[in-house]
């Protein structure tokens, strides 16, 4: 590189930070449609849905979409590069699909205006910036169900990614259906602090197996857990994310998986039609962005449709998951009877409830 | 294949171009496997982020990336020419941007020229002090030094996550983990120093430690110490240099400068202390070290090669739909080719069969 062509480099830098908002280019009239993966597709979890979200946009448009993503993007600095690359190259709609790509994706849709963003788990808007997430907690109320009737030694194993909100949530909706099911339950956790680590998962799952789980949760993205599960033997597991088929019917008894199809297609409509808007959008069971994989003939019929029945109960809204009474960890009233808990406390949550006999790192 | 008398000083400077030449070609072979067109992913890789049609957003990128890999491989080499292997400079820059961090989020909300300069050194103590660990253990009890600096990252990042989840925690962040956004914290920002240009305080520091290394290596009796005690130990030892102490002055040295980067980096770049804050700058920093051949100036341009394979990589990986992990491929190949070619330094090949003697 010559001093020139760095001088011209720096000009053009100068001219830039005169102009603060760079223009999207406009390439054809394709609707060209970004997406940032936190792993690998191959993980066979979290980003592995979101993929089959993006491969079915193509499926659906055919011709009038072009999808391009990037798989295993770090969070922070790394990803303002990775997100600002995919607006420069004229994409009109980005998902960022991690939690921890959320200063990242603001920076860059305020830099994008006419670019749309849509920013998955997180909490901050802007007018070209949507959040979307799924209420996956309600899956785990099933799954917590299950777990309750089917272990035997009364331990149940949870794999912890991050000690978020979102993560707490799945603790504890687990935890109180669980106990419903079975009162001498107890639940030991472990926090892997990753989404996506086959090596740590597989640690945090014999180390639980170890201390006595027969059951074994995760909120972690591999299928490391299941592969452990079933070389200890008489270990059951439910798949996170995606369906984690390949282990049925045991130790893999049943699965929440994400359905990001039927969003990431009416979203893509939207920006095609001119209508999009920025919104936070925090769907469930019903409207079928989290749906319940298979349970297998591993479980009773009895629980099975036990679990069923919850699983219509939450989709019709009917009965909701964090439903009073219920206290807080420390002793504290939470919920009253009959009461449910809202949003906003759920979005935010930072404690466990009663019977938890563990703490939340600090 | 035979020894040469003394290693090749023409190979010892064609011997990188060869390698990278080499990787072309390897990682051509395996774009073609995966059915892209090797010339375009190629020319992609080395091409776009320099000339292309946006050069003007990733040239400024390949300083933002480039800056903490040749500060942190500046340090490495230094202990490197001396024999002293410090593996731990990813946990010397975690270290680094949690006590820069930490100073900056004490003084927060208030607005003051000197909190940002304090960072600083806070930062360079911070790495400093990380790295003398291995090297007081190994003083006093002759422990190895590559295996704990090593272990001290695994140290280093579970403090970081107990940072990022406790006492920085971001009051303001609704129970999520992370600390304040130090972009958004003027006093504390290592903002770009010419808006938009990439050229921020850490850029300015490594290129201050590239020339400070040459001068060092090159003018000051240290320098002098460090290539001999390399080179000749027992040598070194009857010239007067005390071994202990110039463990401890490397591995003192290389500590800061990574303490340097990670303090930048969190003040920069990343912006706020989160739990995935390290994304592996220490160890890529001892591959720049070896691609550099140990010398200033060539760390410098093995850094900005490195940075090029990210950001360059990263597009195809986009544009081209190329996995990641190809990516990461083609990365090794080059330290590996790179490995590989060195062998020209130290040995010639001979065409001719060698000569059967009594």
């Known amino acids: ?362 | 294949m035979e020894k040469r008398p003394q290693p090749s000083r023409r190979w010892l400077y064609l011997s990188p171009l060869l390698a990278v030449v080499v990787t072309m070609l390897a990682g051509g072979a395996l774009f073609a496997a995966l059915g892209k067109n090797p010339v375009e992913a190629i020319a992609t890789i080395f091409w776009e982020p320099l000339f292309g049609e946006f050069a003007f957003y990733y040239r400024p990128q390949l300083l933002v990336k480039g800056a903490p890999l040749v500060l942190i491989a500046i340090g490495l080499s230094l202990g490197f020419r001396a024999g002293v292997w410090n593996i731990g400079a990813e946990g010397q820059y975690i270290i680094g941007a949690l006590a820069g961090a930490g100073v900056g989020l004490a003084f927060f909300p208030l607005d003051a020229w000197f909190i940002f300069p304090l960072m600083v050194i806070a930062g360079a103590l911070g790495g400093l002090a990380w790295g003398m660990i291995p090297g007081l253990l190994k003083l006093r009890f002759g422990t190895n030094e590559i295996l704990v600096s090593l272990m001290l990252v695994y140290v280093a990042e579970k403090l970081l996550a107990a940072m990022a989840l406790g006492p920085m925690k971001n009051p303001e962040g609704m129970g999520f983990p992370g600390s304040r956004n130090l972009q958004q914290y003027p006093s504390a920002h290592n903002a770009d120093l010419i808006a938009d240009t990439g050229m921020h305080w850490g850029v300015v520091a490594a290129l201050i430690a590239v020339i400070f290394a040459y001068i060092l290596l090159g003018r000051h009796v240290l320098g002098y110490q460090i290539r001999l005690t390399g080179q000749a130990p027992r040598a070194a030892r009857f010239a007067g240099v005390n071994p202990a102490r110039l463990a401890l002055f490397c591995l003192g040295i290389s500590g800061a400068l990574a303490g340097l980067a990670g303090m930048f980096e969190v003040s920069g770049p990343a912006g706020q202390v989160s739990i995935d804050f390290n994304v592996g700058y220490g160890f890529t920093a001892i591959i720049v070290a070896f691609l550099g051949r140990l010398h200033p100036f060539g760390i410098a341009l093995a850094g900005l090669l490195m940075a090029l394979t990210y950001i360059g990589g990263e597009i195809a990986q986009s544009n081209l739909g190329l996995p990641s992990a190809a990516i990461q491929m083609f990365q090794g190949m080059l330290l590996f080719f790179l490995l590989a070619v060195d062998l020209l330094t130290n040995y010639r090949l001979r065409l001719t069969p060698r000569p059967e003697t009594a």
Not at chain 1, 2 to 19: E, Q, R, W
Not at chain 1, 230 to 235: D, I, L, M, R
Not at chain 1, 244 to 251: D, H, V
Not at chain 1, 301 to 312: F, M, N, R
């Open chain 1, 1 to 362: 590189m010559t001093l020139k062509t760095i001088l011209t480099g720096a000009t053009v830098a100068l001219g830039l930070a005169a102009g603060a908002v760079i223009p999207a280019q406009a390439q054809d009239d394709k609707t060209k449609v970004g997406f940032i993966y936190v792993g690998p597709i191959g993980d066979g979890g979290w980003t592995y849905e979101h993929n089959e979200g993006r491969l079915a946009v193509e499926e659906h448009f055919g011709d009038q979409v072009e999808t391009v993503y990037q798989e295993s993007v770090p969070e922070g600095a790394d990803a303002t590069r990775a997100i600002t690359q995919m607006a420069l190259n004229g994409a009109d709609l980005i998902f960022t699909t991690s939690f921890g790509y959320m200063d990242a994706t603001l920076a860059v849709a305020e830099k994008f205006p006419d670019v749309k963003f849509e920013h998955a788990t997180g909490y901050k808007t802007a007018p070209n910036l949507s959040t979307y997430s799924a209420r996956f907690y309600e899956g785990r109320a099933i799954q917590g169900h299950i777990a309750g009737k089917m272990t035997e030694s009364n331990i149940v194993g949870y794999i912890a990614s991050y000690p978020i909100p979102e993560v707490i949530r799945g603790i504890n909706a687990a935890f109180i259906h669980a106990r419903k099911a079975n009162p001498e339950v107890e639940f030991k956790i472990i926090w892997a602090y990753t989404w996506f680590d086959p090596a740590k998962e597989a640690d945090a799952a014999t180390a639980l197996i170890e201390q006595g789980a027969d059951v074994i949760l995760q909120h972690t993205d591999s299928t490391a857990p299941q592969a452990a599960a079933e070389k200890a033997g008489g270990v059951v597991t439910f798949g996170q994310a995606s369906d984690m088929a390949e282990y049925k019917p045991f130790p893999r008894v049943s699965s929440i998986i994400d359905d990001w199809k039927p969003y990431y297609i009416a979203r893509t409509q939207a920006v095609i039609d001119g209508t999009w808007e920025s919104h936070q959008v925090w769907d469930g069971i019903g409207p079928g962005m989290v749906a319940i994989g298979e349970i297998t003939d591993a479980v009773p019929a009895e629980v099975k449709q036990e679990a069923l029945a919850l699983k219509d109960a939450i989709a019709s809204g009917e009965y909701h998951p964090f439903t009073g009474p219920l206290k807080k960890q420390d002793g504290s009233d939470w919920l009253a009877e009959g009461e449910t808990a809202d949003d906003g406390t759920l979005l935010g949550m930072d404690f466990y409830v009663e019977g938890l006999d563990a703490d939340i790192p600090q």
